[in-house]
Structures are given as C-alpha cells and as structure tokens.
C-alpha cells in the first residue's frame, strides 16, 4: 500500500497531462483553423478536452456548447451543505477557456445527428463538426420510485447530486431544521456519479449538527451493503459522532437491513421500502442514476443506460465521430469522478489530435485521487493509476499503483490530508477551466 506526500501527490496530478501529451509528442501548429470539433457539456470532460485540444493543436477550430454561464463543481459541494464553504466557493466560469481561444456558446444542444456530423440547439443554430465530444453527466431514474419526480427533487426532496440550486435549496432545509430533528439519506446503488460522495456529506452534516443542532440524528437508508473506504469513514464517524453507541447521531441502514427502496410520501415526509416506512424532517433522496438526456437522444447508450465507448479514444461503440466521456461512459473500473473526467478529457484530446493529424494514438494510461472530508481536521483519500489492457480490453488498476490513506494515519496526517483536498480543488478547476 502507497502513501502518497503533496509533492508526489502533485506530480500524480500532471501525470495525465504529460501522458496526453506524449501520445501526440509536441503541439501541432497552423495558421488557419481547418478541423473542427463540437464539444457538448462544459463540466470536468468536456472543458477539459477543450483546454487540452487548444494547448495540443492550435489549428483546430473549438466550439464549447454550454447551457448555463457557470458551472458549479460536485467536488467539495458537501462543504457547502456542511457551512464550510459559500455557494460562490464551488462556482467556475468559462473566461480562462474564451480567452484560450476557444468559442464558447451558451445555448442547450437538442439534437446530434452523427451522419451528417451536425449539432443543433435550441437557440436555433447548427454546428458542423469532424469530431464531436459528449459529456453529457448523470440523469436519474425517477420512475424507479413511487411519489419522486424532477419536480418533486427540486421543491420538496433534492437529489442535491448535481451542483447549483439544489444545493442551496437542501443547506437551506439544514439550517432550517430543527435541532432535535432527523436528516434522512437515500444513499444511491452503484453505479453512480461520485463526488460528491454520500459519505462525506453524511460526515460534514453531522459536523455542522455537532455544532449547531447537536440533538439531531441522521439517517442513511442505504440501497448498498457496503462502501468505498468504509472503514475509514465509520473510524471518523465513531471518533467524532459516537457511530456504534446508543447515542450515536449517524446510523447506516444497509441494503438488506433497508430492504428494497420504493419511494417517497412528500406529505407526510417520508420514506418508504418493502419492510418499513421512515419519517425525516429533512430527506435527500438520491436516486438509481443513468447518462444524461442527450445521450439518450442522440442514440449513444445501450441497454445499461450508460454509453459503451472505445476504452483507447473513448470513441462511442454506438455512433462514430462521437466522443463520450466522464459520467456518462462505460469506463469498467474508473469511478464516475470529476478527476476521471479530467483524466479521460486528456486521453480523448490526445486521440482525437492524433486521428485529426492522421497519427497512429498511443495506449493511454489514467490516474484518479479523491478525497474525503470527514471533519474540519479530518480527511483522507485513495489514489489509483488506470491502464489500457489491450488483451481484455479493460481499464484497469496498475498493480502497485496508488494506495489508501491508512487506519493508523496520525491526526496530523488527517488534518494535512484536509488542505491537499483544498489544494487539489484548486489545481484542478485552473487545469479545467483555466
């Protein structure tokens, strides 16, 4: 097991970018542009790719489609609903990228058509393209519950699983909570987009409860048996929340304990499952998830709900010329993370400058750190470096590669893991955004 100190956690960070650009060897330079891509999503894959594609070949004609002017990262939004960090603390804009040279154009796309490479929008205009990349993010599967809809997660029960007004609306409910009252969870099943992670949001609202409303409890209704760093999570939980004590303000409800979750009473503010009824006065619901709407419409997923790609170029198995990353892919062991994203935003810059300049693309290699905040002082984190297996065609682990904070870190280490996540949230919003 690796235990990784900020200097090599840094040059881990790079790691992607200098494999990206090692596939295409130095950038292509041209006085006029003559290739172009469409980019459709401007959150960690897509702007990633576009930053990167400028940086790899200033020849080619960038297009960003975007329908919001910001962008609110999931990564660190848990310490908005925990009072840790303001709205405007997690907000990004697409400045750094406008004045790299790329269009950006702030519009919702509507539909892709890969035969004759075009991407309309709803503002009525259209974009031919050579190569087009989708990053198209997570939707939910409502109609997996009973009484939970769109509507209902963003008035009544959030989902708060992607960024911006649901996230003010559920640290609004918080706040407003009384203390003595009960935070109910739905945790999702797998697989599902990760951050933000429902763990360490468990962890940061009990530390805002430990402050502010120390009689209250929280509930997490689990569709899982188990989680990511489990162990690690529940020795913060017992350190600071009692976890496992009769007054404990955290208990975990696992899957088969919970039974199947079939959906919400938001009259009565409850939540409902085959065994038992559990009544909050604050829930957050996160559904099953699947790939965003246009995925669906433009013919990119398959029967799973997620879109098979080529693990090489993430070129879509469905439709050619399309490029799909970040939470939508079907990326085998990589999580649905915005590091993932970031990393797989390098990789496809570099295949697509590669098949843009007629050259052969290198096998890719990936990496992927993330964090957990589990208290003011209190963090920890796992790392992994991912590769192309040509002989299974899988994205795997490197054996080795990457390790997991461990049980016996000191509280020193705990509170030094905190500020690499901070800084980790800043290098990685300028390597997107700019």
Sequence with gaps: MTKFNRRSFLQLTGAAAVTGAAVMGAPSIARAATKKVVIVGGGPAGATVANYLRMMDLSIDITLIEANKSYHTCFMSNEVLGGQRPMDGIRQDYTGLEKAGIKVVYDMVTG???????????????????????????????????????????????????AGPQTALLRKQLEDMPDGGLFAMVAPPNPFRCPPGPYERVSLVANYFKKEKPKSKILIIDHKDKFSKQGLFEQAWKKFYGYGTDTSMITWLKGTDAGQITGVNVDDMTVTTDFEEYKADVINFIPAQKAGPIAFAAGLTDDTGWCPVDKVTFESKMVPGIHVLGDAAIATSMPKSGYSANSQGKVTAAAIVASLNGKPVGIPSYVNTCYSIAGDDWAFSVAAVYKYDKDSDTIAGVKGAGGLSPMDATAEDRKREVAYAHSWYENICKDIWG
């Design 112 to 162: 892709i058509d890969g035969a004759k490479k075009q991407v309309t929008t709803k503002g009525g205009q259209t974009f031919d393209y050579e190569r087009c990349v989708v990053a198209p993010g997570v939707d939910f599967k409502f109609e997996n519950y009973e009484g939970l809809d769109a509507d209902v997660a963003e008035t009544k029960i959030p989902h708060a699983w992607k």
